[in-house]
């Protein structure tokens, strides 16, 4: 004779996802958001074109810096501290951006701002707070909720500054992430202490953290260059398409970070990695036809998706290698890949542009990106052969 088993209803092995302080932690991140995207395209222009990319290089190389050091901060002062210190620092300085516009105080204002991303971050603590079950759709519900701001505050800051100045710009900026800090408080206050810990250095190490990482800063480099140098390298009789492009990218790119959450839940994240790329590679080579508005809103919208594949499948991948001690380090080596990408990306690609010019230069960047499928494809690989392991990071 043989029996059923009684099904389970789906709700019951599913733990909620939408938490009191998953929903506080949204509050932060939305006003960091807003003021980092509000800025991100709108000072290039006003530190004029000579200086765009070295404005943008120093918001993203600060911030690099300052993330090897970010996860000592939070271990020491907590959580809670470290998102006020970091929306103050991101907020204040935005405030009296204006004040000059000569490339010193510009570059003093970005290297500030670009520290205070390393603390108003907190992806370890967000991590925290999604359910291991449901890591990839908590982290693509994140995505959203990061992208919207962006999806807006994009293509708002340059039509703001384009009709009502830069100061009222920066002052918005600034008043977004300082009204932030109200929600902090309710906020958990530590790191997971049970487990191994794993350092910044070990992460730095080992292969199954640094192959999504590469294929990440790939994807990141060619998204400094979009956010930098696109108002620039159109032409200015379509200065509507820049606008439109900048509002096309990130919604593209929020679209994708969610449907990548919900297939790497179900298939896994690592077989994402090689279409993100590719994808991002492909639209960047679109958009190189700069003097076809078509060309440029299809470009970003085909590099937008797969630039968000890449952020959803890598981000997942590399929690789902460490133990709960290890988000910080993860958290600290994506968002290096992050920002050392836009930054190397705005600062490299400036250089190149006044040698060949912006349309050459973006199709030479996409076809230097493929290279990056090198380490996609092994990581691909790997992930078929072994599974992804919470242990592969602390074997080392």
Request: one cysteine or more; charged letters at 10%; hydrophobic letters at 55%.
């Amino acid at each position: 004779m043989t029996t059923t088993r009684p099904r389970v209803p789906a709700a019951a092995s599913r733990p909620p996802l939408l938490t009191r302080p998953l929903l506080l932690r949204f509050v932060s991140m939305v006003g960091a958001s807003a003021s980092f995207f509000l800025l991100l395209s709108v000072v290039p222009r006003y530190a004029t074109e000579s200086g765009a990319g070295l404005a943008t290089g120093a918001l993203m190389l600060s911030t690099v810096l300052g993330e090897l050091a970010a996860p000592r901060l939070v271990a020491r002062y907590g959580y809670r501290v470290a998102l006020i210190a970091g929306l103050t620092l991101l907020g204040a300085p935005a405030l009296v951006l204006t004040v000059s516009d000569g490339m010193a105080w510009i570059v003093t204002v970005c290297l500030v701002r670009g520290l205070a991303l390393t603390l108003v971050a907190g992806g370890a603590l967000t991590a925290s707070l999604i359910p291991a079950e449901r890591r990839g759709e908590g982290l693509a519900l994140v995505g959203v909720v990061s992208g919207v701001p962006s999806l807006i505050a994009l293509p708002l800051g340059v039509w703001l500054a384009a009709h009502a100045g830069y100061g009222p710009v920066a002052v918005a900026a600034g008043v977004a992430a300082l009204a932030a800090i109200v929600a902090v408080p309710g906020l958990p206050d530590r790191e997971p202490t049970s487990g191994k810990p794993v350092g910044v250095l070990a992460g730095l190490r080992t292969g199954g953290l640094m192959r999504p990482g590469a294929v990440f800063a790939t994807t990141a480099l060619a998204a400094g260059i979009v956010v930098t140098f696109l108002p620039l390298a159109v032409p200015a009789a379509y200065g509507t398409v820049v606008a439109v492009a900048l509002f096309v990218q990130p919604a593209a790119s929020t679209a994708a970070r969610w449907a990548a959450g919900r297939y790497g839940d179900r298939h896994g994240p690592a077989r994402l990695l090689v279409p993100g790329l590719v994808l991002s590679a492909g639209g960047l080579s679109i958009t190189a036809v700069t003097g076809s508005p078509v060309a440029v809103l299809v470009g970003v919208a085909v590099f937008g998706t797969g630039f968000g594949i890449a952020q959803n499948a890598t981000l997942t991948l590399m929690y789902a290698r460490v133990p709960a001690t290890g988000y910080g380090t993860v958290t600290a080596l994506w968002n290096i890949a992050y920002d050392g990408g836009m930054g190397v990306g705005a600062a490299g690609f400036g250089v190149l542009a006044g040698v060949t010019g912006y349309p050459s230069a973006l199709a030479v960047t996409a076809v230097l990106m493929l290279v990056a499928l090198i380490p996609a494809y092994r990581d691909a690989r790997a992930d078929r052969a072994t599974g992804t392991s919470p242990t592969e990071v602390v074997a080392g």
